[in-house]
């Protein structure tokens, strides 16, 4: 319960910037999950705002109040670390109790409290067991509940990568849990989760992507998917990612809105391998420029058959299939697309397209996945033909981003 | 390419108290990229060791290409590990790569041309008289892997080797393990957390609980017909009903009745020997779900939907993943399903919408129900 603000916040250690001009707000009783790869800055960050460290420029506020130069028991932050860091000679009740039994007097209550956060946590007559009788999402709901006793209702829930080392289908249900303990009527809880994991920022109700020291975007998980700032957000949120440069052919207006509640415009692309694509964005752009499609792998629907609507439609031939689990990935190289309208003329039209395709030199390596259910898989096989399209609404548009910088960020081949 | 083969492998600690594996039947075959996963506790560790010679098993044999080594020393089985740490001495890349030859005494010719080999393999051999010092994860743990392979080894042991780099570099850099191990002509054995990983990049799964081998399967198998609860959710995560059976038509056609009032379900599941009135497990996978509106035209749509089971649904809640939608859905009977759906799915449901769900049987799967559905459910 309590509204943060960082206002021009640098961080320099041993003459390196770890913090560039952090400028962020979190409101009072959200969900804020900060991500970044490694030495982004998130642990300085989470330093800062419990008070470990000292910020070299800039201000710190808790509810207005200015506590940069408070030390870390005045800010009242609860922060439960990766490695849960439990006492192993105390109960899990003297574990969670010990900071308040620090600094007040009436163990009772204090006791009584403990009582209180454990049922939040599932954890109701447990508090005499030692942490190592308890299983280790038992440990997790421990360090939860401590890191909860420690803010004494008014201060900020700090997560520090709290999952990192644990199986990736354990951590979706920790985290669903953790958010709803700090989100439930009793807490409400101000909360910054720092993660590196994609999935998991995912949670959040506004994400802060963070690369070397500078925040990169602010925004819900929907604008961070679908109109990030810039091609490292895309991609890091992103499993792949495939990248078409081309050249605008045709602008259109279209009847519908974009995610940004801005009215959505048709654009076409011709790319250098002579594709003809079409994105609907809500970014402006002109006849003539060079612009770049990123579409994720898994936007792309795949079929056996020709598609009536050859709308964004490509057709190739299978390079590589892996069984994923829940998605198939495939790998198709497309030499040539199907017959497409641009206004209003037939751009090209292959009859025979089986004989051409094997033909036609390869021009470009596509990555899809698709779901493994029964209505998308169609058993594909290495060296077949198949049709794949993607919904032009998920394209993300950015004017043309350099070759080099494509390649280094989306480490493409 | 040695094949590995364990003969009723059992390993006690602690005079009889812990048996951290039991009775353990195993061959990996030549050249066969296999990953090895569990909970921690299962015993995947003490398995790795007794296969490498490090710890020596209590009942047993040990073969590697068919010779009983299980009295042969570590150094002499022709075995290299990869460690998470990476374990790099502070020398220049060429001298780390080839320390373990320097130390045989191989001639210098065959040192040269073993660590040429390796490090083109891993793609670091411009980089030889570098200090590995300050590189990235990705590049120690080349690193490593040359040195596993300089090392003459046949088989490599890795224990999370890509648990140390960021989720988004590991995603990327496995495929490049496995090109790696495939160039290089290795049997591999990985313990890894990540599950997606083992699926994505491993010939065979293995997976261990209690010192028990679970199951051994392509992944492909595992996923789709897991054997027990167990590893169904421990593999991508799994949704259960409780219910019970009604009615048995033919050996392998069972009529389902879902607890406390919930819907009938006639499900074909072979090899099964369940009898009437039994209390059963129904077990799917949060993507095999689909999602209709009331009223939905099936008739007319482009999908074949034929024999698809159909039931009414409330939606709980929905949320992100960055890759799917998931939603939290209400059956008839207050029971909970998790459903996944690609971001581009078209409906955009919101909560507390009615719905129907529809399930086609033959992605369901029945399990006896086990004594105790909380353990058999619990991932730790």
Known sequence: MVRVELRHVSFIQNKVEILHDI???IEDQEYLTIVGPTGAGKTSLVGLLSGLYQPTKGQILFDGVDVTHFPPYERHCGVMFESYALFPHLTVLDNICYARHMHESNHTETYAIGEAVLELVRLEGRGSALPHECSGGMQQRIALARAIMA??????LILDEPFKALDAGLRMNLRREVRKIAKSKELQMTTVHVTNDMQEAMMGDRIVVLDQGRIRQIGTPQEIL??????????????????FNGKVVEVRMVEKIGFKGKPLQRVVIQTKEGFFLFAKTEKNFEIGDKVTFLIRSQYFQARHKRRQDKTNSIVGKVNRVKFMGAWLRIEMLAPYQLETFVNGNKTHSMKNHCVELSLEPPK??????????????????????????????????????PQPELEATLRVN | MPEIRLDHITKIFDNGKVIAVNNVNLIIRDGDFVFLLGPSGCGKTTLLRTISGLIQPTQGRVFINGLDVTDSPPQSRGIAFVFQNFNIFPLTVWENCTYAL????YSRDYIIEKGERALEIVGLLERADEYPIGWGNGDLQRLGIARAICSGARILIMDEPLGSLDPKISAEFRWELRNIIKDAHLTAIQVTHNQEEAMAIGDRIIIMRDGHLLQEDTPDELYKYPTSLFV???LGGINILEGYVIHIDHPDVYHVKIRLGGPKLIINAPYSRFSLDENIIVAFRPEDVYLFPLGYDFENSQ???????LTDAIIKSKFHTGKERRFIIEIDNGDEIEISKPETFKYRFCEGDNIQIGLFMDDVRLFKYPKNLQKEMDLQ
């Not at chain 1, 679908?226 to 990248?243: C, G, H, I, K, R």
């Not at chain 2, 999908?303 to 089971?309: P, V």
């Open chain 1, 364 to 401: 470009k390596l596509i990555k899809i996945e698709i779901p493994t259910t029964r209505v998308a898989v169609h058993n594909f096989q290495v060296g077949e033909t198949i049709t794949i399209y993607y919904p032009s609404q998920y394209v993300i548009v950015f004017p043309q981003i």
């Open chain 2, 232 to 234: 169904g959710n421990f």
């Open chain 1, 151 to 156: 803010l004494e209702q008014k201060g900020l």
């Open chain 2, 102 to 105: 320097n130390v045989q005494g």
């Open chain 1, 226 to 243: 679908y109109e990030p700032v810039d091609l490292f957000v895309a991609n890091f949120f992103s499993t792949e990612m495939n990248y």
């Open chain 1, 23 to 25: 400028n962020l707000i």
């Open chain 2, 303 to 309: 999908a074949d939907w034929t024999g698809i089971f």
